[in-house]
């Protein structure tokens, strides 16, 4: 959740918004903990499994790394929240990585479409809804929101980060 949205909703519900900020940090130190302490567990049954079972507990383990480090982030940005920089703020930045893939580029039903990082009558490019990305198999890119508009229609970073988090 970005600052301006515990911000928004704190003035929605009447609650002050350095109280909301603060307990919405809370919660977060509190997930990174759960996290820490699940992941221990994990690194210890670990060291006691072979073969799949094995295989299956580390590559829950890295996701769980992974989760921690989300965290983190999440709750280092509500610490420390940049100024807005040549009129664009880290929430805008967040806002359009988050803006919907499926708005810019148009997706036949099988989640796929042409590139338009090189050309080709083929459709290389597939979408992946839960990273809110697409990727081209053949040139092997991955964009974001603010990638596409990027390459696709020549923006600025600044430019296509305004535009998405309108």
Request: proline share 2%; with cysteine; hydrophobic share 35%.
């Amino acid at each position: 959740m970005l600052r301006s949205e515990i911000f928004e909703k704190a003035e929605f519900m009447g609650v002050d918004k350095t109280e909301a900020l603060k307990c919405h940090m809370t919660f977060l130190r509190q997930q990174i903990m759960e996290k820490k302490s699940h992941l221990q567990e994990m690194e210890e049954s670990i060291e006691l499994t072979t073969g799949l079972t094995r295989t299956f507990l580390e590559q829950r383990t890295e996701r769980v790394r992974e989760d921690i480090k989300r965290l983190r982030s999440k709750h280092s940005r509500l610490v420390t929240p940049k100024q807005d920089i040549n009129g664009i703020s880290d929430d805008d930045v967040l806002a359009a990585r988050d803006y919907p893939i499926e708005n810019i580029i148009e997706f036949g039903s099988n989640g796929r479409c042409r590139a338009f990082c090189h050309k080709s009558n083929t459709e290389s490019m597939r979408w992946n809804k839960e990273s809110n990305t697409a990727t081209c198999f053949v040139c092997s890119k991955t964009f974001n929101p603010i990638d596409i508009l990027i390459e696709r229609d020549g923006y600025t970073f600044i430019d296509a980060v305004k535009e998405l988090s309108r």
